[in-house]
Every structure is written in C-alpha cells, then in structure tokens.
C-alpha cells in the first residue's frame, strides 16, 4: 500500500503525502569507501500490528543453555537475552569494529554489505552493555574458534561443515531453536528472548522509555 500511494504521488494522481519524512545515512563498504543513501520513511498514524508472542522464562533460557552442544550457540542465546538486540543485528556484528573489549559493549550498526545479509533493522545504531561475566565467556569464544575467526570479521560464524568460517545466517539460528525445541520441549524464539529482556529490565525498576531505546552513549572504538 505504501509503494502504491508513492507511485500515485509521482504520477501527480495525489498531491505529495505529508506522513513522508526524507532520510539519509553514510555506510561504508568493505573498502571503506563510504556512500550517502537518502530514503523516505512513513510517519503516519497506521499502528503496526503486535506480535502475540510471549517472554521466555527464566527456567526456559536455562534449559536452552545446558542442552546446547556448543559454545557458539550458548553465546548466541546470552547475548540475546542480555541486549534485546534482533537475531539480523546480532549475526551482523563485526568482532574488529563493533565490540568495545575495554567497556564490555556490543554495537549495532547499519550496514548492507555484510556477507550473511544481516543488519541493523531501519538504519538503528546503539550500544548494549554485557555483563562481565557473559563478556568472559565471549572472550572464550573467540578463543575456542580463532581458527576460524581470523579468516574474517563477523562475529558468529558456521563452525562445522562445508561453510565453517562463513558468517552466520539466520535461517540457520532458527533450525537450531527448532532442534533444541525437539530436544528439550521448550519453545524458544530470538523475538521471545527480547521481550524476556523487557521483562526482567522492567522488574529491576529500569524506566519503560529506557527499555524501549537500550541505548548507551558510549564513545566508538
């Protein structure tokens, strides 16, 4: 429906629509040659549609955990429970530019070159704070599968197979919930893993404007 009014507005069937706001955002590539894009966004008043999924429990996180047969997937898992952060802006982190190892941040950030097609949702860039803890165990991490690693950038990658050191796709984190779901009988998504984020900021007292927004203002490495 959106492209329609667009194409209607080009056409001059409708005068230009007042809801549409003119955006642009600097990404560089692999190269670091860096490019403007300028794109129009919808700020009407359509709500969007909420999604009736519920938050995973505590217990149900733990299960997952134990039951995985790999430190990669248990990284996977704590730091979707920890950020909030969306499964495409998780496997789109790049462990040389976007982890700041001396505050113990993650950043998302913006780009549309990634190998695994992962990025940030609507041009979103923000910080997450890890526990100290969760930060030892990605530092494990690294080094259980440096082998790998050093072949390229992001941070989640395949670690077995014809495609190990490829970068993470999505496709492949949701067969993994759906073979723990087989293992365990407990169904567990990234999205309800997002709203257990929420609700176990929202029980430690955080405001409702802080859960929503996650972001810290912390200078980039």
């Not at 990404?27 to 860096?34: D, F, L, P, R, T």
């Not at 999604?51 to 505590?58: D, K, L, S, T």
């Not at 087989?182 to 859960?211: C, D, Q, S």
């Amino acid at each position: 429906m959106f492209r329609f009014f667009l194409y209607a507005t080009d056409c001059g069937y409708f005068p230009p629509l007042k809801v549409l706001t003119y955006n642009q955002i600097t990404v560089a590539n692999a190269v670091g040659v860096k490019r403007t894009m300028r794109f129009k966004s919808f700020n009407g008043y359509l709500k969007a549609k909420e999604r009736n999924v519920r938050a995973a429990e505590e217990d149900e996180v733990i299960d997952i955990l134990q039951s995985c047969t790999n430190v990669r997937d248990q990284l996977l898992l704590l730091l979707l429970a920890e950020t909030g952060f969306r499964i495409g802006e998780l496997l789109g982190v790049d462990y040389t530019r976007d982890i700041n190892y001396q505050n113990h941040t993650i950043g998302v950030y913006f780009r549309e070159d990634n190998e695994n097609e992962a990025r940030a949702k609507n041009a979103e860039y923000r910080h997450a704070k890890i526990s100290d803890d969760t930060f030892d165990f990605l530092l494990h991490y690294m080094s259980e599968y440096r082998h790998l690693l050093q072949h390229q950038t992001m941070l989640f990658i395949n670690i077995a197979g014809d495609t190990a050191g490829k970068p993470l796709r999505e496709e492949s984190v949701r067969d993994m919930f759906k073979r723990m779901e087989k293992k365990t009988g407990v169904k567990l998504t990234p999205h309800m893993l997002r709203r257990y984020f929420a609700v176990v900021r929202r029980k430690n007292g955080w405001k409702l404007e802080l859960i929503s927004q996650f972001i810290f203002i912390l200078p980039s490495v």
